[in-house]
């Protein structure tokens, strides 16, 4: 079992920033790729960014592209999520997410085995 504890999230107005964190214990070894998804209200959840643990590669969905850059602290197994020019359709629960495979898989909900809460971001126009 892999255990994942986001925080981080708020209400920002847009064009804000904020920096979210996911914090990751338990049986960790086999993780290959940690990964942000996020899910709107009334919306399916989807990808928004990706890496893989051993490479530190890093993929991220066009929409937030060059406005969010996720990064990790190897020492901590903790992940981040830093959301810059953040907009009114960023809004939404966003959860971190472990898997045992990478590549194109990684992009998929139905990969990850492992999931966090969630923690809300809400943008204000």
């Known amino acids: 079992q892999v255990q994942l504890v986001e925080s981080g999230g708020g209400l920002v107005q847009a064009g804000g920033s904020l920096r979210l964190s996911c914090a990751a214990s338990g049986r960790t070894f086999n993780t290959v790729t940690l990964a942000w998804f996020r899910q709107g209200p009334g919306k399916e959840r989807e990808f928004v960014a990706g890496?893989?643990?051993?490479?530190?590669?890093?993929y991220y969905a066009d929409s937030v592209k060059g406005r969010f850059t996720i990064s990790r602290d190897n020492t901590k197994y903790t992940l981040y999520l830093e959301m810059n020019a953040l907009k009114p359709e960023d809004t939404a629960v966003y959860l971190c997410?472990?898997?045992?495979?990478?590549?194109?898989?990684?992009?998929?909900?139905?990969?990850?085995?492992?999931w966090g809460q969630g923690t809300q971001v809400t943008v204000s126009s």
């Open positions: 890496m893989s643990w051993s490479t530190g590669m890093t």
């Open positions: 997410a472990a898997a045992n495979v990478g590549g194109l898989a990684a992009r998929r909900v139905s990969s990850f085995a492992y």
